[in-house]
């Protein structure tokens, strides 16, 4: 089944996950300072302030630019890991949207999975590692199973939320192998990963908006 995601809804996408940062920032941040810098929800925070802000400056443009632009602007603008790794997951998603209005779903999934992929070559995660990876991935496959059971968008994307709630709270019992947490050792074990947890909340963002 074949859903068209408008460039409308993605902005729309784009304003949901900064609300839920902003919502959430507190509580990223907590979980940051366990294992981290104790920056995670203050820099996407920052970050995706200043997406929208740009958003709100850009005017009429296809899918992939806007894409473009917010991603642009994550590598700009935060510090840390966070920004070129949720940069390079937009920037990756807008290259493979093209400057079209109208998005298929099946080329929606295409995207996040070119995101995936840009998070990898990025961050150099795999499963298990304890980073958003752990929470994406299987977003992705389950967004990609759905549709490939003939789900319609909406409904994979349900799949999808699910998946990268339970690869969230699956980081918790993990040793972390990347980033900061990794110079922790056994001390990262007990502690949910910030950016599996920002990672699920943009895969909520999605499920509300792009069905």
Do not use: C
């Not at 996950?17 to 907590?30: C, K, M, N, P, S």
């Not at 929470?135 to 349900?158: K, Y």
């Amino acid at each position: 089944m074949t859903d068209d995601v408008t460039t409308a809804a993605l902005d729309a996408w784009v304003r949901r996950f900064a609300e839920l940062i902003a919502q959430e920032r507190d509580h990223l941040t907590e979980l940051d300072s366990a294992i981290g810098d104790a920056d995670h929800g203050t820099n996407l925070d920052r970050g995706m302030t200043a997406a929208v802000a740009a958003l709100d400056e850009l005017g009429a443009v296809g899918a992939g630019p806007l894409l473009t632009k917010v991603g642009m602007t994550l590598v700009s603008t935060v510090g840390g890991a966070s920004g070129p790794l949720y940069g390079t997951l937009f920037l990756r998603m807008g290259t493979t949207l093209g400057d079209v209005s109208d998005v298929p779903s099946e080329q929606v999934a295409l995207a996040f999975r070119a995101g995936l992929e840009g998070v990898v070559a990025r961050g150099k995660a795999v499963a298990e590692d304890k980073t958003m990876y752990d929470a994406l991935a299987p977003a992705v496959d389950a967004l990609d199973a759905g549709l490939a059971d003939g789900l319609a968008l909406g409904e994979a994307l349900d799949r999808a939320r699910e998946a990268a709630d339970a690869g969230r709270d699956a980081t918790t019992p993990m040793l972390a192998r990347k980033g900061r947490a990794s110079y922790l050792g056994e001390r990262s074990v007990g502690h949910q990963d910030p950016g599996a947890t920002s990672t699920a909340l943009l895969v909520a963002a999605a499920a509300e908006t792009l069905a």
